[in-house]
């Protein structure tokens, strides 16, 4: 038996982008909404941090965009790698057709804050830190009612009492798995190490870093920090680990010897890096009677070209529309089939993203294993080649205004807005 029932429209389980701003979206459109989040503060480290072009746009429809801009972050207008030490532009943002020819780059527990601080100026809206959902509860034919969890402060069981279960808990997702759900997830061939080191420790001029003895990718987060990933073949990091941190470090001086100094300088062994498992994945089904998934519980994203956010941010945007008119249309438990209108929107655009994150991942991973055989001279012809020609290359220009610009079709419905 619960200690607590709470009864609302709709529980938002997490507090990541996704399940934040549908929360502050449905708040603001005058819906009852509980957002559930596990953590008990909004520290989340080595998350996504990149927001393209296409969530700026989101940003300003939702009215907070000029508060996040006053937010630490990185500004970013390009997009450039350095093959053998020679620069490739790949991206210029300026060659988009958007209003907002920037990304940003930017870590979340400040913007996940804010959100929620935003979404609280509302009286439908609460939230609920520190709380674990646990289970859903179904009734005897099966239809989502509700979440059973646990508030760890109070030590108390709460229930949750809805007409709606929006599960928003990440790749790792509960809701998902209590609902039997599978989370597709496909094999990847690489896995991405992660570190973090002050701004300026290195002088990195492009965002990424292509040479004979690896891959390189760094980000300029705001607030005094860089962060530096480093692409291992899938299943290797056990034995590099083995190998010690020395030899770790040696690799990865290899591909950038500037690192070398810096690590030294700024990490302590192998507690200072995190190892992300970028398994991509697409659970075969996102809704219930009752129940939808968004974001990474839905669709687990690969960090490749940084979609994780706007995947989840766009998907929340799309569901607000949806959920707010059927709670308005009748009562009880939202049906599958009329859940199943958000699946249909969003599917093909992950499926496609999803795609090309994979194709990417197969191709770095073709770069590891054989790279160093290619011949330099070679390599840096093709970046003469390609530094002239890719930003206006029609090829790359589709991959790249998918991965920057996202889905354009979809946008805030303001029309909902009760204020
Ligand atoms: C450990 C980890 C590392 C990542 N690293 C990167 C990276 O380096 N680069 C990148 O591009 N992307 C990364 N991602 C993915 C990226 O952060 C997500 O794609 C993005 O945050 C969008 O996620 P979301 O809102 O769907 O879910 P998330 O951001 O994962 O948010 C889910 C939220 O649900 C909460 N939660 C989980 N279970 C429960 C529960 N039972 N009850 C209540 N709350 C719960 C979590 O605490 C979290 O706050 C990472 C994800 C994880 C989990």
């Not at 979404?119 to 709380?131: H, K, N, R």
């Not at 646990?134 to 099966?142: E, H």
């Not at 945007?317 to 707010?324: D, E, F």
């Not at 012809?381 to 979809?410: C, H, K, Q, Y």
Request: proline share 5%.
């Amino acid at each position: 038996m619960p200690d607590r029932t709470v009864t609302v429209d709709v529980v938002v389980v997490g507090c990541g982008p996704g399940g934040a701003v549908l929360a502050y979206l449905l708040a603001r459109s005058g819906v009852d909404v509980a957002l559930v989040e596990r953590a008990a503060t909004f520290e989340r480290e080595y998350r996504g941090f990149g927001w393209n072009p296409g969530v700026v746009r989101l940003f300003d429809e939702m009215d907070v965009l000029d508060d996040v801009l006053d937010l630490a972050h990185e500004t970013v207008t390009e997009g450039a790698f350095s093959l053998y030490g020679r620069r490739v532009a790949l991206v210029d943002f300026d060659l988009l057709d958007t209003n907002y020819p920037y990304a940003l780059m930017m870590e979340q527990p400040a913007l996940l804050e804010y959100l929620v601080e935003r979404a609280s100026e509302y009286d439908g809206f609460a939230f609920y830190p520190a709380t674990t959902v646990t289970d859903l509860r179904t009734d005897g034919a099966g239809v989502v009612r509700g979440a059973a969890a646990r508030d760890r402060e109070a030590d108390e069981e709460v229930a949750f009492e809805t007409r709606v279960v929006a599960g928003a808990d990440g790749r790792y997702s509960t809701v998902r798995t209590s609902a039997g759900v599978d989370p597709g997830l496909f094999d990847s061939p690489v896995d991405l190490v992660w570190f973090k080191l002050p701004a300026g420790a290195v002088d990195a001029p492009a965002q990424g870093r292509i040479d004979r003895d690896g891959v390189l990718v760094y980000f300029g987060l705001g607030a005094g920090e860089l962060q530096v990933g480093y692409p291992v073949r899938a299943g290797e990091w056990q034995s590099v680990r083995e190998a010690g941190f020395d030899a770790f470090r040696d690799r990865v001086a290899a591909v950038d010897p500037s690192l070398g100094p810096a690590i030294d300088a700024h990490l302590d062994g192998f507690r200072d890096t995190t190892l992300l498992d970028v398994a991509p994945g697409v659970a075969p089904t996102w809704t219930r009677d009752g129940l939808v998934l968004l974001g990474d519980a839905a669709h687990t994203a690969s960090p490749i070209g940084a979609q994780g956010n706007p995947l989840a941010v766009e998907d929340a945007v799309v569901a607000h529309g949806l959920i707010t008119d059927a709670l308005a249309d009748g009562e009880g438990p939202l049906s599958a089939e009329t859940l199943g209108a958000f699946e249909a929107r969003r599917r093909p655009t992950v499926e496609e993203v999803i795609a090309l994150q994979r194709r990417a991942a197969r191709g770095l991973a073709l770069w590891l294993d054989y790279g160093r055989y290619v011949p330099p001279w070679l390599v840096r012809g093709s970046a003469t080649v390609l530094g002239r020609s890719l930003p206006r290359s029609r090829l790359v220009r589709g991959s790249v205004e998918s991965f920057a610009l996202g889905d354009r079709s979809v946008s805030v419905a303001r029309s909902r807005f009760a204020d």
